[in-house]
């Protein structure tokens, strides 16, 4: 059983509450909806991901004899409570936006529909592992917009938060539109193709910098990509010049140089200049250091002859907004609308779709949150994906999600695609909606 | 073998270059040392932690022969190294910081000391690792002197960044000082204490909410924490003082209350005021929603009747400081010191040590950062933690790096205690480091 298995990453609060229904026998159907309260004021749209992780959790959900008596040892619960457990199966039904689906504020992207315990236990991981990926592919689209078809790659294994986080920020990434990650455990797992190229490590374990550059390309013929700031970049660049001829007789060719520090424009351009006088003008410049959006777009601009961009800490752990106002909300029990009225928190209660319109040229034309049985103008988007605890279809390809994203992308309306913070797009509430909120509203409690 | 554990937690240039290491027989010792270049603006000190899951993690390093198929299978490396990877194990030293610790910017809190591809295959998951509990523990390091004294609950899961952030956020905010967290797992697996109230959800679920709140007690009495803000905050506590007296007499005490939205303060004396006057003198007010170090400091100061708080995002993700400039760099090779001169991003080179002066009052006095074989004034803080690849100690109680942790808040200066940008705690830098930067700048590379 590993860390991210275990039944019991979850809140203590989900237990007591589930001993609660269980004393009480309140095992009838809730609707639980996962969406973002608010918008960070740098985002301007958000991209729904990490559905493929939701539902490998809920199939294999289920306590282990050793969990059980755990949960018994610390007194907590009683002994029938705990005896239950053992027969504790997500059994329920799952509707959700595919994906790399474009979103907004208090638009669900997944539902649950399943006996009260099970949709309630489930809470605390299916929003620890929608919010990462959702909160790293919406920061990914922004660094591919800036990018503007510039090769971008994941180097943030070592800042991200964990061992997850590392290897989600890697999926999440790929799927908006990265060309890959520096994290090899990404690619055995999801065939994410992966980009290494050397540390400052290996020329500083030399004593000659144009040593380390041979022996390197020596030992990786096919993929040499060389760093040059270790010491002085324009100085390694006409080493790399030197040395270019003695490689080539060896049958070796130079792919690539990344530099990683200082001024990367002024950089980039003299490194440029040095390798076309030197006849290497087939290689490419990759720049790497705290890069995010608005410095690939103020590199762009500066016209830095960059082919691409390594994006680390500031992708893996979205460092300008590092979380979301995500929350999975009680909307209907027992056949019931619900609706919290916490101040600055309320809810819009019962089953609600997702109505997109799409004007003529494709691009979004305006949503409609409606209550799903009162259809509204537009494109459904929540859509089912499991049933009676099983997935209703095999897992989607990263490159049908890739394609989504890019529709997507290209179909936002211009404003929402700039690192500027726009006004937000428009989500209309549905008529019957706001009806159903206001009689909820007149109920004692 | 599961994501934390597998050896290809790393970037891929790890493996080029040790592949170029392989190929050249560069095995001789290397000196890597890990530290924060900077300190964020908002953190006046740091608490190392982590190391642990770090030594955890050498002491387990090893290549699986499905995990040695898959790199061949890429053809980016030789039979020949692919096959010697099975004999690949960590049987280095390390020295460090013990875990509570409080450091500053430039100073080791971890160095290695191995045949140069063990030293450096680790580098990404031993930042990955040491990273997110040192920002973890430095960010709640900032909430305990905040509270002064009062309770402290993590409750951060859900929006941590993956299931590994949560599960030692949990672990990172104990040893820093809370009074334990809502995660269950960090209960199983690490004997933290575990809190847990309930959730709006449950209320909802109920038409009424006494009927809530009554059956919720009934079926855990020995630990009822009812929320009050599901609907309207003071109407509940009204609600729950009519209960009482009928809890009472089946043998239910009510503990405590929780209030997660508005104006924290505000509702706090109103609800304690209502359950004072209704007898329920000794229920506890725990506050949440949104909190962190700034927010309890002014909920304490405008003498909010909170008697603890559950802190959530803002911690599990240290929002205002996502991440630190943590690195790990190469300080000698085969017995030669090293050093990175990029711009911006010089090391000071060589094997060093941390030295602590402190005043006769117990307050920390100033570090010296020095050669390990240069001893200067003060307490050497890094201790040999690991040789041979095998730890020296078991791993340290929680309950010893709690008290730790007590005594180094204690002795911090009373300006790194606050909220606000302190000026920096003096660093000096040895005069025999100054020396031996300059000697390296001396020579060609």
Known sequence: MTIADSVLLTDLYQLTMLQTYHAERMNETAVFELFVRRLPPERNFLLAAGLEQALDYLENLCFTAEEQDWLASTGRFSADFVAALADFRFTGAVQALPEGTAFFANEPILRVIAPLPQAQLVESRLINLLHYQTLIASKAARCVLAAAGKLLVDFGLRRAHGAEAGLLAARASYLTGFAGTATVLAGM???????????????QAHDREEDAFERFAAAQPGNVTLLLD??????????????????????????????DSGDLAEHARQVRRILDAGGLTHVTLLGSGDLDEHR????????????????????????????LDMVYKLQEYAGQPRRKRSE????????????????????LAGDCLGLEHYPQPGQPLLRPVMTQGRRLQPPEPLSVIRDRVRAQLAALPAALRTDETAPPYPVDIASELRELTTQLDQKPH
Chains 1, 2 share one sequence.
């Open 189 to 203: 797992q999801f065939g994410i193709p992966i980009f290494g190229t050397m540390a400052h490590s290996l020329i």
């Open 230 to 259: 270790t010491y002085d970049t324009e100085a390694a660049a006409y080493k790399l010049v030197q040395l270019a001829p003695r490689l080539r007789e060896r049958g070796i060719a130079i792919k690539g140089v990344r530099i």
């Open 296 to 323: 690939i777009r103020a590199l762009l601009a500066a016209e830095a002859p960059l082919d691409g961009f390594g994006v680390g800490t500031r992708l893996d752990a979205s460092t300008d907004a590092p979380t």
């Open 344 to 363: 600055g928190k309320a809810t819009w209660p019962g089953r609600k779709q997702v109505y997109r319109r799409v004007a003529a040229d494709g691009t």
